[in-house]
T-cell receptor
Framework: KNEVEQSPQNLTAQEGEFITINCSYS?????LHWLQQHPGGGIVSLFM???GKKKHGRLIATINIQEKHSSLHITASHPRDSAVYIC???????????FGKGTLLTVNP | DAGVIQSPRHEVTEMGQEVTLRCKPI?????LFWYRQTMMRGLELLIY????????DSGMPEDRFSAKMPNASFSTLKIQPSEPRDSAVYFC?????????????FGPGTRLLVL
């Protein structure tokens, strides 16, 4: 079983819809990262969180440490949000990130 | 800041040739990571440097791969000899502190195709 599981694997939405991408993990962590990768493009770190909730513009990330679960929400989705969203775990003194397989989001106009 | 800079952005080479990928981390960042991304395996950490010192190279596939960081502003990843299975996107990332509990800033990647 993978240490980090993302769902759904693929998601198609209409512009304006509320989007939720989920990340579940099975190991102890010190922080969870959400990354965004546009088609053919580079990788951008969206959030790093260890508890509670963070918000940046239309993006909201939440984490529940007890349930080992995190969600990434996008409000009022836009075609430019189309990208692969990757969840990654870090374990404190361990410098390695453990990556999920990513969720491919397509937002249609 | 210009962000993490990688060169070349694209590289096409023939099997057996030497390939050198370059990375300039963000000024002041102490940690540098080399990743490889493929469709089959996703993102994999190849090697991690902290303060120019290689801390863990256990992700380096085999002896054909080597990485150096001669100073705080430059790192190279070399493949010699290259093979078709090395075709992938190679990302360099840097972060301010030590460890993975820091935001990592990724470069644009080098798309390598070995024929």
């Amino acid at each position: 079983k993978n240490e980090v599981e993302q769902s759904p694997q693929n998601l198609t939405a209409q512009e304006g819809e509320f989007i939720t991408i989920n990340c579940s993990y099975s190991v102890g962590i010190s922080a969870l990262h959400w990354l965004q990768q546009h088609p053919g493009g580079g990788i951008v770190s969206l959030f790093m969180l260890s508890s509670g909730k963070k918000k940046h513009g239309r993006l909201i990330a939440t984490i529940n440490i007890q349930e080992k679960h995190s969600s990434l929400h996008i409000t009022a989705s836009h075609p430019r949000d189309s990208a692969v969203y990757i969840c990654a775990l870090s374990g404190g003194s361990n410098y390695k990130l453990t990556f999920g397989k990513g969720t491919l989001l397509t937002v249609n106009p | 800041d210009a962000g993490v800079i990688q060169s070349p952005r694209h590289e096409v080479t023939e099997m057996g040739q030497e390939v050198t990928l370059r990375c300039k981390p963000i000024s002041g960042h102490n940690s540098l990571f080399w990743y490889r991304q493929t469709m089959m395996r996703g993102l994999e950490l190849l090697i991690y440097f902290n303060n120019n010192v290689p801390i863990d190279d256990s992700g380096m596939p085999e002896d054909r791969f080597s990485a150096k960081m001669p100073n705080a502003s430059f790192s190279t990843l070399k493949i010699q000899p290259s093979e078709p299975r090395d075709s992938a996107v190679y990302f360099c990332a840097s972060s301010l502190g030590q460890g993975a509990d820091e935001t990592q800033y990724f470069g644009p990647g080098t798309r390598l195709l070995v024929l």
